[in-house]
């Protein structure tokens, strides 16, 4: 990660903190209580049986928003990203950065249905509806490995000119990512399996969480320089730049409202607006570590996972996480 200086960090905060031109109605709603100890990345949401999946160091947490019952470990893992959830909810996919391969579990069970070999440290997944694929994403392979949910079996491999992390598809054929360390947005055909374009991201140095937003045609790239980059889907052109929290680490779009969604590291949910010109509606107060988030496109509802932070384990490391207190907090109207 690049480092800011001391005045671009302030001003990055204090654009977050005052540009916003409306209030969004969102609020913190609730909180699950997870526990455990490490890390986290990615949150997953399955619309269909209402279940939310963290991955959180060694484990895979499931929670029924429906119900509130929590399953803090329904499936072990080692390095794990992102449990894809596949097959109308009923599995799914977990990429496992230290072990270098995707695995699929029962999603109400755990139980172990197989693993595919990847490129080196798979981060994020697609499921891409045009070809009925799930796309890992290499960040440490540059590649990307195509899979078949339904054999579970490797069907192809595309090469990249850098780290990919977190993607989207549009449902017609189109893939998006970023190129993390090249900072750049690159477009593939899923059907031929092929690189189309590569547009560089310009003052949005290591892009993370990305979002499509469909219906204008756009890409929303979080940035680690505490702004979001809003691009042309098709040329890459920028349309607009955003302030955002500093250490931002995901990005979703939610058509039905038109709104934009950046979580941040610093303890911060940004919300734009997409209705004419994107814009910052609100900032909203999260926690400190909450830098990802899934959203619940029904209710509105977005769950960002956090944990509290002790002080660091040595001299120039970065703050520890005190164990068990992993969570996921909720954001709603």
Known sequence: MKRLTAVASVLALLCASSAHAGDSGLKIVDTYRIGGAGGWDYASFDLGTKRLYVTHATSIAAIDT???????NLAEADGAHIALPLDGGKT??????????????????????GDVATAAKPDGAIFDPATGMVFVLGNGGDEIDAIDPASRTLTGRIPLAGAPESGAADGKGLIYTHLEDKDALVVIDSKTMRVKATFPLDDCP??????????????????????????????????????????????????????????????TLTVISFKSAPKVLDVITTKPGARTAALDPDTGRLYLPYADYG?????????????????VLVVGP
């Open 66 to 72: 429906a119900t509130g019952t929590v399953t803090p």
């Open 206 to 267: 290591e892009p993370s969480g990305l979002a499509l937003i469909s219906d204008q045609n756009l890409i929303l790239s979080a940035c680690k320089n505490g702004f979001a980059r809003i691009s042309k889907a098709d040329t890459g052109t920028e349309v607009a730049r955003l302030p955002i929290g500093l250490h931002a680490d995901g990005a979703l779009y939610d058509a039905r409202t038109q709104l934009g969604y950046v979580p941040s590291g610093a303890g």
């Open 92 to 113: 799914l996919l977990v990429t496992q950065g230290k072990l270098d391969k995707a695995s699929f579990i029962d999603a109400l069970t755990g139980a172990d249905l």
């Open 311 to 327: 002080p660091p384990e040595a001299p120039g490391k970065k703050p520890g996480i005190v164990p068990g207190t992993f969570a």
